[in-house]
Nanobody, 128 residues
Framework: QLQLVESGGASVHPGESLRLSCEGSGSPLSSYVIAWFRQAPGRERLQRQGVSLINRSGAMKLYAEAVKGRFTVSRDDDKNTVYLQMDDLKPEDTGTYYC??????????????????WGQGTQVTVSS
């Protein structure tokens, strides 16, 4: 059974950077498509926004329009970890960030209910 643990969240000022990590255990992360979601304050689980996705090989990376050019997703299968590098952070990036896994990619990748495995989340706060 795959387990996911996110880390790297913090409180930062606008324009600063953070790198989030999603570490897998119990199963090779290389067998899974990994997506990053964020849940804004006051929003429900099903309102989580898909932020980015990386496929099993790492050759395909997708981003929400709001983060294109600022966020970069990558994976290190030797470390069983997926990363989300977040640059030029904005207050609207504030939220709890989750990684999620599924064995297969679908075009409608940002659907919360599609993913079988979730981490517990890590908090990102961007404020001046």
């Amino acid at each position: 059974q795959l387990q996911l643990v996110e880390s790297g969240g913090a409180s930062v000022h606008p324009g600063e950077s953070l790198r989030l990590s999603c570490e897998g255990s119990g199963s090779p992360l290389s067998s899974y498509v990994i997506a990053w979601f964020r849940q804004a304050p006051g929003r429900e689980r099903l309102q989580r926004q898909g932020v980015s996705l990386i496929n099993r090989s790492g050759a395909m990376k997708l981003y929400a329009e709001a983060v294109k050019g600022r966020f970069t997703v990558s994976r290190d299968d030797d470390k069983n970890t997926v990363y989300l590098q977040m640059d030029d952070l904005k207050p609207e990036d504030t939220g709890t960030y989750y990684c999620a896994a599924h064995r297969d990619f679908i075009s409608a990748w940002a659907i919360v209910t599609y993913y079988s495995f979730w981490g517990q989340g890590t908090q990102v706060t961007v404020s001046s």
